[in-house]
């Protein structure tokens, strides 16, 4: 697993360019976006909270997204975290895998999600919400959490839409612990966004309109199919920004608020991702 | 000798089926996504635009020239430079996924646009000028 890690991150420092992706700037919603065929996206995504009665900490995920075929695109996460006065974890790793059935572009384009996981109770990746997630999982020290690992399947729909520069988009998720007989678990997310400019400039620009994109989300539990609904979990709202640097990274920030008493005050999203263009052209050809 | 006879016949399908699909697109294109006017055909800006757009999404796999690479097809074919602005638009827009070609319906109509106006500005290419792989070395 290292060496692979170590291939991709060499690959990436040394590739003889980089290219822009056409992400939207969220960081729980997905939208039909699949990686473009034979791409390489590595992405370093970081949240920093701090739970009321709780230790401040910054969970860190590398993703590896492959753009394996048109229409599929396959990640892989791994995640840690550090937590003040505690320790600093590996808590796991995740399987993604996204498909797109239609062909061509519709009013509303579906995605279908699934992905497995594999990850220790302390995991404060939080890139999702489902069934019940409070405040309260955090709060779990690290020693107390590392032995319990959780082993699910998530799976989402993902709709989008796009109209005068918009990008829409809607998630609904299904996930179910396969360790244990937990009822499936539900959570939802939303997202918003535009770029700054629809129309590029004919000069290159560094910090011209077009390099830039904003937006909001929305995100959430639905409860479990035993219990289904907004209440007993957590929910955010946060507005986000990306600059894609020409010719290098894109960079996104977001700042989430919880919107009840079971989620944090706030949450910092940032994330910084490079894509490597047909990362084994690249490779064949040196 | 039958069972040799059976194999050839098997490859030849597949091969026309191949060379049929390379053009298939074309025809998938509806007649009023045909006749849709490029609102930046020919304008010195657009075209400026669209090669940087180019550059930063295309580039990658047809190469910084648009002769192609590999398998990526030229966009200085014949066969592009003669479709009008619409077709080119309609491709961009909804992609060939299972020929591995996105959709890049996630940048703005406007940049699309841009980036039409720039393969039109290319013109098909001709004899002498230089190979994909000799052109990507250079790079």
Request: hydrophobic letters at 35%; aromatic letters at 10%.
């Amino acid at each position: 697993m290292l060496g692979v890690i170590l291939f991709v991150v060499l690959n990436a420092l040394f590739a003889p360019v980089s290219v822009l992706a056409q992400e939207p700037p969220y960081f729980i919603t997905y939208s039909d976006y699949m990686e473009e065929p034979g791409n390489l996206d590595i992405t370093l995504k970081s949240l920093n909270g701090t739970p009321k009665y709780g230790n401040p900490f910054l969970s860190q995920t590398l993703e590896l997204e492959y753009g394996a075929k048109g229409w599929w695109t396959t990640e892989v996460y791994l995640a840690g975290q550090h937590t003040s006065n505690d320790s600093t974890i590996f808590t796991g790793w995740r399987w993604e895998n996204r498909v797109r059935p239609l062909s061509g572009e519709h009013f509303i384009n579906p995605v279908f999600y699934v992905e497995y996981e594999n990850v220790s109770s302390p995991d404060k990746s939080l890139l999702e919400i489902t069934g019940h997630d409070s405040m309260s999982d955090l709060l779990l020290t690290n020693a107390q959490g590392r032995s319990k690992t959780e082993r699910s399947l998530e799976t989402k729909l993902i709709l989008s839409s796009k109209a005068r520069g918009w990008d829409i988009s809607e998630n609904f998720i299904a996930e179910k612990d396969l360790n244990e007989s937990e009822p499936w678990e539900f959570g939802y997310a939303l997202g918003i966004s535009r770029p700054l400019a629809l129309a590029a400039r004919g000069s290159a620009c560094l910090l011209c309109p077009e390099n830039f994109s904003a937006g909001a989300e929305l995100y959430g539990g639905l409860g479990t199919a035993e219990g289904f609904g907004l209440r007993a979990t957590s929910h955010y709202f946060g507005p986000t920004i990306q600059f894609r640097v020409p010719r290098g990274p894109n960079i996104s920030f977001s700042p989430n608020f919880g919107l009840n008493d079971n989620s944090l005050g706030v949450l910092f999203r940032f994330e910084v991702s490079y894509e490597v263009p047909q990362i084994f052209h690249h490779w064949r050809a040196r | 000798m039958i069972g040799q006879a059976r194999c050839v016949v098997i490859v030849l399908g597949v091969a026309i089926t191949c060379a049929a699909m390379e053009s298939r697109w074309l025809e998938k294109v509806p007649q009023a996504d045909r006749e849709r006017a490029n609102p930046y055909e020919k304008q010195p800006d657009a075209i400026a635009a669209g090669s940087r757009l180019f550059a930063n999404y295309c580039a990658q796999c047809h190469g910084s020239d648009a002769l192609g690479r590999g398998k990526r097809p030229s966009l200085r074919s014949r066969e592009v430079q003669q479709a009008t602005d619409g077709e080119i638009f309609w491709l961009l827009r909804n992609g060939n996924r299972r020929r591995g070609m996105p959709s890049w319906n996630s940048l703005p109509e406007p940049s699309r646009w841009q980036i039409v106006a720039y393969i039109k500005s290319l013109g098909e290419s001709r004899a002498g000028e230089p190979a994909r792989e000799t052109e990507e070395k250079h790079r």
